[in-house]
């Protein structure tokens, strides 16, 4: 079955620790985005990425930094300068710019840091 | 900047009933709207993409419109199931980030058999 997998579900972290967020995605789609839930919050954008070897940043990039190496994979740091980076956090992929491009999501990695 | 308002927050219903759940967005300039559910502790589901073009969407009991004069677009639910509970999102592609989307902050529905 085609999908997105992030990688793991649950992840703990000591304060002052950088952390990588994995996705994954065999849907051979071209954009991917990394997006923030905290609660009471809507979905915020942290980076997106339209093409191997390009990213954009969203609005919340600070703290966070991203790679596109590969088309399928789109992993997510979360560095010791973010300053609250205990959320849940969503990987998100779409076949790319047009009006019929739905956004497909994975199951979302709860990071906690203490 | 784009904003969405999602209203109401929360909604409680019997099982059976009909309802409509409401999102508003303040920039019209949109590519596609869509609707989306999650599950507690999941990612979200895609339900309905209406194009800028569009009016409205159907698949199964749920109908999503979209008036982007006004800003508007309603999700219709029809004959509420207790398997309905679950937070529905709506989001915009704005014309700025190219195919990504502002998102609301959720509507949460209880369905109660």
Not at chain 2, 24 to 51: C, E, H, M, V
Request: hydrophobic share 30%; charged share 15%.
């Amino acid at each position: 079955d085609g999908g997105i997998t992030q990688s793991p579900k649950y992840l703990f972290r000591k304060e002052g620790q950088n952390v990588t967020l994995s996705c994954e995605q065999n849907l051979n789609h071209d954009a991917m985005y990394w997006y923030r839930q905290d609660p009471g919050q809507g979905l915020r954008l942290i980076y997106y990425s339209q093409i191997v070897n390009d990213f954009q940043k969203g609005d919340i990039a600070e703290g966070y930094s991203v790679s596109r190496e590969k088309k399928e994979s789109f992993p997510l740091t979360v560095t010791s300068a973010q300053k609250n980076p205990t959320a849940f956090y969503l990987c998100a992929s779409s076949i790319g710019q047009g009006e019929n491009s739905p956004l497909h999501f994975g199951n979302g990695t709860r990071l906690t840091v203490t | 900047k784009q904003e969405v308002t999602q209203i109401p927050a929360a909604l409680s219903v019997p099982e059976g009933e009909n309802l409509v759940l409401n999102c508003s967005f303040t920039d019209s300039a949109i590519y596609n709207l869509q609707w989306f559910r999650q599950d507690p502790g999941k990612g979200l589901t895609s339900l309905l993409l209406i194009q800028s073009s569009q009016r409205e969407q159907t698949s199964g009991r749920l109908n999503a419109s979209l008036d982007k004069s006004s800003g508007r677009s309603t999700l219709y639910i029809a004959a509420s199931q207790p398997g309905d509970s679950a937070t529905y999102l709506c989001a915009v592609s704005h014309n700025q980030a190219g195919t990504a989307l502002i998102f609301g902050k959720g509507t949460t529905l209880s369905v109660s058999s």
